[in-house]
């Protein structure tokens, strides 16, 4: 079992940044992929970027070029450093986690067991 838990939003004007951090507890083994998505009022959850154990990355083509996911393996915490916000990525942010030693080009909400409770990012213009 992991719990997993997001920090780091806020309200940021267009054009800022941010970086949401996700601690994360319990055994993750040596085989996993970990993940942001969002979930815009009215909206459903959509995956953001996903990144596995060897550091392979996959991103969401609407923030492709502007987000970056990483990873602090000593520290177990998971980041989202995300730079020209826009009000459209106003959205709960939730990291997500599975044992799985890969993750899948298309991030999907199903393919993860694992969730934190969120963390609202808003962008004013």
């Known amino acids: 079992q992991l ?3 997001e920090s780091g939003g806020g309200s940021v004007q267009a054009g800022g940044s941010l970086r949401l951090s996700c ?9 996993y992929c970990m ?3 969002r979930q815009a009022p009215g909206k459903e959850r959509e995956g953001v970027a996903t990144i596995e154990r060897d550091d392979t990355t996959f991103y969401a083509d609407s923030v492709q ?12 915490t998971l980041y989202l450093q995300m730079h020209s916000l826009e009000p459209e990525d106003t959205a709960m942010y939730y990291c997500a986690a ?9 991030i999907r909400e199903a393919d993860f067991r694992f969730w ?10």
């Open 3 to 5: 719990a997993l838990a």
């Open 23 to 31: 601690a994360i507890y319990g055994y993750i083994a040596g085989y």
């Open 35 to 37: 993940g942001w998505f």
């Open 65 to 76: 070029g502007r987000f970056t996911i990483s990873q602090d393996n000593a520290k177990n």
């Open 98 to 106: 599975d044992h799985r030693g890969f993750c899948y080009r298309n």
């Open 116 to 125: 934190g409770q969120g963390t609202l990012v808003t962008v004013s213009s």
